[in-house]
């Protein structure tokens, strides 16, 4: 399988520039072993997958079967338009992070990869780029969902990664 290399392929990058603490890090990484990927966002309300659906081109994320398209007249745009409006609604009252992380390591987990961001454009934590957040002034609940996450993932002593789409 031919690999790539984000360091080999930066400007000017050669595989064997990798500095250091990155080679360390990925050495680390690999012993890991298992791990859990948590996809949580906005888009948990309702039956999608993730916000692969509010592109355009993305018609196979679209299901005949799927409940919040289907209800919107198979319309694209009705569809977008209740989507991004899904921030006023999503309000996880019950999150436990320190619950969530005890039995992440119960489970074997040695790290947990978190979405702060999906191709929507939602933040799960309080960022000061944008209001469209967990804790944007139109959000009910007000908390920084990977900070809690976070914080409570260290005390198990597991690791913690970041997927954000840009």
Not at 63 to 80: G, Y
Not at 96 to 120: C, I, M, N
Not at 121 to 144: E, R
Request: proline share 4%; aromatic share 16%.
């Amino acid at each position: 399988m031919d690999r790539q290399d984000v360091i080999a392929h930066q400007p000017g990058g050669k595989g064997s520039d990798k500095p250091a603490w990155l080679r360390d890090r990925l050495e680390w990484f690999q012993d890991q072993k298992f791990g859990i990927i948590l996809h949580w966002g906005i888009y948990s309300l309702w039956d999608c997958c993730e916000s692969w659906p509010l592109s355009p081109g993305d018609e196979w994320a679209r299901a005949e079967d799927m409940d919040c398209w289907t209800s919107r007249d198979r319309d694209l745009s009705r569809f977008q338009q209740d989507y991004w409006a899904l921030n006023k609604q999503f309000n996880p009252t019950k999150f436990d992070p320190e619950a969530w992380a005890e039995l992440f390591r119960q489970s074997g987990a040695k790290y947990v990869a978190f979405t702060t961001k999906h191709h929507d454009g939602f933040c799960m934590w309080d960022t000061q780029t944008t209001d469209y957040k967990i804790s944007g002034s139109a959000s009910p609940y007000q908390g920084d969902v990977f900070k809690g996450l976070t914080n409570a993932l260290h005390k198990e002593d597991l690791g913690v990664s970041a997927y954000f789409s840009k």
